[in-house]
């Protein structure tokens, strides 16, 4: 099993718009008090299973990524064999399922192949995937898609360290926090927007507290923290900057994940920018004031 070092990415992108919009200030005091037992685990992963997926994640081998192909770019020798993950650098969902892909340590059985959705190529619809979306996964002669079901089948259907657990309660708990996410995008957006009810927020805190075995939602790490982590990359900052809203602020768990999972190098090496989320959130939300 392979993964990579962190590789910063790095994007120039311009803005749309110079107008300013004034949004009220949502304030909550700051808290970063840990229960004990969670805490301790903070310092020592003990398990067997997050000494597994640990060392899957940091091998040190260096990945280097293809630059993103456009409309004037040449399809690659589409099924023939090779398993290619169609991703964009800047999508969440795609990113999804270039995580699991990584935490699986599959770099090298899983080609990328990134695409522009702003220019995007004519054949990737035409060829590859009706849809045109991201991301798609060419496996077997056959080309699938929709996130959620992706970072399932990569898991399922490729060797490395599983990212679902056994365990009925945490299945359970696991399809309860599936079902969650549009909901929680949802409300997030709301939040940056302005709206003050940050219950989505409790939710999550709630629920990474059900498990005391790590910090994540199913105490070890998992498709569920896959699922929520490109998510809360983009709010976290730009609530912070624009709206002054910590998002982990009184909420100790969510904290803690937040720490956690940027010490996950196979979801760390598909991170961008912090100030990179804040400009697209300003020119998606704040122009059109």
Request: glycine residues 4%.
């Amino acid at each position: 099993m392979t993964s990579s070092p962190t590789h910063p990415l790095h994007f120039s992108l311009p803005l749309i718009s110079n107008k300013v919009a004034t949004f009220p200030t949502i304030n909550k005091p700051f808290s970063h008090s840990l229960p004990l037992q969670r805490v301790s685990y903070f310092h020592s992963l003990t398990t067997s299973r997050a000494a597994l997926i640990s060392a899957s994640m940091t091998t040190g081998v260096k990945e280097v990524l293809p630059p993103a192909l456009t409309s004037n770019s040449e399809p690659p020798p589409l099924f023939d064999g090779t398993t290619r993950l169609y991703i964009s650098y800047t999508c969440p969902y795609a990113q999804r399922a270039w995580i699991a892909r990584n935490c699986k340590g599959l770099q090298e059985k899983i080609k990328l192949v990134p695409i522009n959705l702003q220019d995007r190529p004519a054949w990737y619809k035409e060829k590859v995937y009706p849809p045109n979306k991201v991301p798609a996964l060419e496996h077997n002669n056959e080309v699938k898609g929709e996130s959620l079901d992706l970072i399932k089948y990569i898991d399922s259907n490729f060797d490395g360290p599983s990212l679902f657990p056994e365990d009925p309660a945490k299945k359970e708990l696991a399809e309860e926090l599936y079902g969650h996410l549009d909901s929680f995008s949802s409300a997030l957006r709301s939040l940056f927007k302005g709206d003050a009810n940050d219950a989505a927020l409790d939710f999550i805190e709630t629920s990474l507290s059900k498990f005391d075995d790590g910090p994540f939602f199913l105490g070890q790490f998992s498709l569920v923290d896959i699922a929520y982590a490109p998510l809360i990359e983009r709010f976290e900052p730009a609530l912070l900057e624009v709206r002054e809203y910590d998002m982990s602020s009184g909420r100790p768990n969510l904290g803690a994940w937040i720490q956690e999972i940027k010490k996950v190098e196979g979801y760390n090496e598909t991170r961008r920018d912090p100030k990179e989320h804040v400009e697209s959130f300003k020119r998606r939300f704040m122009a059109k004031q």
